[in-house]
């Protein structure tokens, strides 16, 4: 909805997916549709794959790393979350919906947890289809899951005072980009930072309230493949985000652990050639004689003269 509003798809696009959707029998998938650009997820009607799209705020470009949620993709789920600066956990508050996603095993329980143990400390609570409690836009349903998720995350080491919650409709639109009508209950969220207090209706209010992480320009190169395609009339394109240093044309790279050493060619951020990749972005780079067989998801690419990256002899973990 957010993308579609704030201009990141065309309305052709949008009516295309709605006939398609229609056809389907997947109607009120609307706007999940629309990042669900796989065959495969289309057919069952979930988000699979990370598909990055962005929109513009007032103060920010944001990319959205539409991480899964369905178990099964769990390892896909992984590599965005370990990807954003910002994680937006959407809560369902229909009856019943809510206390799956939170049961024990649930995804709302699994994603919260794998946000702040990939280092995502930034979260917003999205309370979605609103539309659907019993009645319609109710206070004390949004009031009790705001209580049990806050219990939740503070337990998993979130500090909920930091944390917007927001009562939402993704499908509607209340609360998305402009505040609603339907909930004149709601008085705005607020939150409290050692950086300063934050307030405001709306979920990209929200999101323009997100602190800007530190961008380590200055640091040694690290660039953790996400993923490697190959494709037709480029040649093998490793895409991931790059955590430290810069990535440009002409820098002769080295992957790790597989010590394979190669020059990049070109560098592209949503489809527009880069001079230079800062930390935070997402990009795919062209490199020069090296087949995609020989590369993997997880392999750190860095720069072969400046420190660059080596298998570690030994680490600590959190289990």
């Not at 930034?122 to 319609?136: A, F």
Request: hydrophobic share 40%.
């Amino acid at each position: 909805h957010l993308i579609y509003k704030c201009g990141g798809i065309d309305k052709r696009t949008i009516e295309k997916f709605e006939k398609e959707a229609q056809e389907m029998g997947k109607g009120s998938f609307k706007y999940a549709w629309v990042l669900d650009k796989l065959k495969a997820e289309r057919e069952r009607g979930i988000t699979i794959d990370i598909a990055l799209w962005k929109f513009e705020t007032s103060k920010y470009y944001v990319t959205i790393i539409d991480a899964p949620g369905h178990r099964d993709f769990i390892k896909n789920m992984i590599t965005g979350t370990s990807q954003a600066d910002c994680a937006v956990l959407i809560v369902a508050a229909g009856t019943g919906e809510f206390e799956a996603g939170i049961s024990k095993n649930g995804q709302t329980r699994e994603h919260a947890l794998l946000a702040f143990t990939l280092g995502v400390k930034q979260l917003i609570v999205g309370v979605n289809k609103m539309d659907s409690t019993e009645p319609p836009y109710s206070e004390s349903r949004f009031e009790e899951i705001k209580k049990e998720v806050s219990s939740y995350i503070k337990k998993i080491g979130y500090n909920p005072a930091a944390v917007a919650f927001v009562p939402i409709s993704g499908w509607h639109g209340d609360n998305m980009l402009e505040p609603s009508t339907k909930m004149p209950w709601f008085k705005g969220w607020n939150v409290e930072r050692k950086e300063g207090k934050a307030e405001g209706k709306c979920l990209i209010e929200a999101l323009d309230a997100i602190l800007p992480p530190a961008r380590p320009t200055d640091k040694a190169l690290r660039l953790p493949l996400q993923d490697v395609y190959k494709i037709g009339g480029i040649g093998t394109v490793p895409v991931g985000r790059v955590e430290t240093g810069v990535l440009k044309p002409g820098t002769i790279v080295v992957f790790a652990p597989a010590n394979i050493t190669t020059e990049v060619k070109s560098v592209e951020m949503h489809h527009e050639a880069l001079q230079e990749a800062v930390p935070g972005d997402n990009v795919g780079f062209n490199v020069k004689n090296v087949s995609v067989k020989e590369l993997r998801r997880g392999y750190v690419a860095g720069d072969s003269k400046n420190n660059p990256p080596r298998g570690a002899a030994d680490f600590t973990a959190q289990v």
